[in-house]
C-alpha cells in the first residue's frame, strides 16, 4: 500500500520523467506475496492500486513482468483450481487488472507511446552485444571464471570514459553473472532457474494454494534475469 501511494503520488508530479524507477519493482515482487495471503475484502483492491502504479512509471520491464506474470498466475490457478467458480475469479481477477491497465495506460498515452518508441531498450541493445563480444573474444580462463565481481561496471566505465572508472552495470543477470564469472555464474544461474520449477511442479504435484504465487514470482525472476538485473545489486 505505501509503495503503490508513494509511486503513484511520485509520478503523478509534474517534474517526474516517464520511465522513473520509483517503486515498479518492488510492487511488481509484493504482487505474489499479496496474492498468497490469506484472502481479504481489500486484497483487490491492492492489486489494482499496485498496477496502476506500476504502469504509471513506464517502466517497461515492469509493465511486461506485470503482465505476464499475471496471466501465469491465473493459468496456474486454473490448473489447480479446475473449476468453474475458479474460471470465474480469473476472469475477474483478468477484467480488473485489464480494465485498470486501460484506464491507466490511456491516461498517460503520449508518455507511453513516446518510451515504446525506443527500440534500443534505452541502449543496453549496444552494451549487451559489446558486453558478449568481450567475453566471447576471452582467455579461456575468463570464458569458464570471467572477469571478477563488478567486473561489468569496470569495463563499461573504460569503454563509456566515466570520470570515476565505474559504469553501468549489465542490466541483464546472464551477462552480469557470464562476464563477472564465466560459464560457473551461466551454470549456478541455470540451476536457480532449475530449482525453482521444481518447487513449482511439487507445488502442483502436493496442490498447495501458494502454488500461483510461485508461477507468478518465477515469471517475473524469469523475465527480469534477462532485461534487468535484481540477483547482483547496481553497484
Given at each position: 500500500l505505501l509503495g503503490a501511494v508513494f509511486t503513484i503520488y511520485f509520478m503523478t508530479r509534474a517534474d517526474t520523467e516517464a520511465g522513473q524507477n520509483a517503486s515498479a519493482y518492488l510492487l511488481a515482487w509484493c504482487l505474489p506475496l499479496l496474492l498468497a495471503a490469506e484472502k481479504s475484502r481489500g486484497r483487490s483492491a491492492l492489486v489494482a492500486l499496485a498496477a496502476a502504479a506500476?504502469?504509471?512509471t513506464v517502466k517497461r520491464g515492469a509493465m511486461m513482468a506485470l503482465g505476464f506474470s499475471s496471466i501465469a498466475y491465473a493459468l496456474a490457478y486454473l490448473r489447480l483450481n479446475g473449476s468453474p467458480r475458479a474460471l470465474a475469479r480469473v476472469v475477474g481477477f483478468l477484467l480488473v487488472l485489464g480494465a485498470v491497465?486501460?484506464?491507466v495506460l490511456a491516461s498517460n498515452w503520449d508518455a507511453v507511446k513516446t518510451r515504446f518508441e525506443d527500440t534500443s531498450g534505452s541502449g543496453r541493445d549496444n552494451m549487451y552485444a559489446m558486453l558478449l563480444e568481450h567475453w566471447r573474444k576471452?582467455?579461456?580462463?575468463?570464458?569458464v571464471f570471467g572477469f571478477g565481481i563488478n567486473s561489468v561496471q569496470r569495463y563499461t566505465g573504460m569503454m563509456y570514459?566515466?570520470?570515476?572508472?565505474?559504469?553501468?552495470?549489465?542490466?541483464?543477470?546472464?551477462?552480469?553473472?557470464?562476464?563477472?564469472?564465466?560459464?560457473?555464474?551461466?551454470v549456478l544461474l541455470a540451476w536457480l532457474h532449475a530449482a525453482f520449477l521444481a518447487l513449482i511442479r511439487r507445488g502442483f504435484r502436493l496442490r498447495n494454494p501458494v502454488t500461483p504465487s510461485?508461477?507468478?514470482g518465477y515469471t517475473i525472476l524469469f523475465l527480469v534475469n534477462i532485461y534487468s538485473g535484481h540477483l547482483l545489486g547496481p553497484t
Open positions: 506500476i504502469l504509471l491497465s486501460l484506464g576471452a582467455e579461456p580462463q575468463n570464458l570514459g566515466s570520470e570515476d572508472d565505474r559504469g553501468p552495470y549489465a542490466h541483464s543477470d546472464w551477462l552480469q553473472l557470464m562476464h563477472d564469472f564465466g560459464l560457473v555464474g551461466i510461485l508461477a507468478m
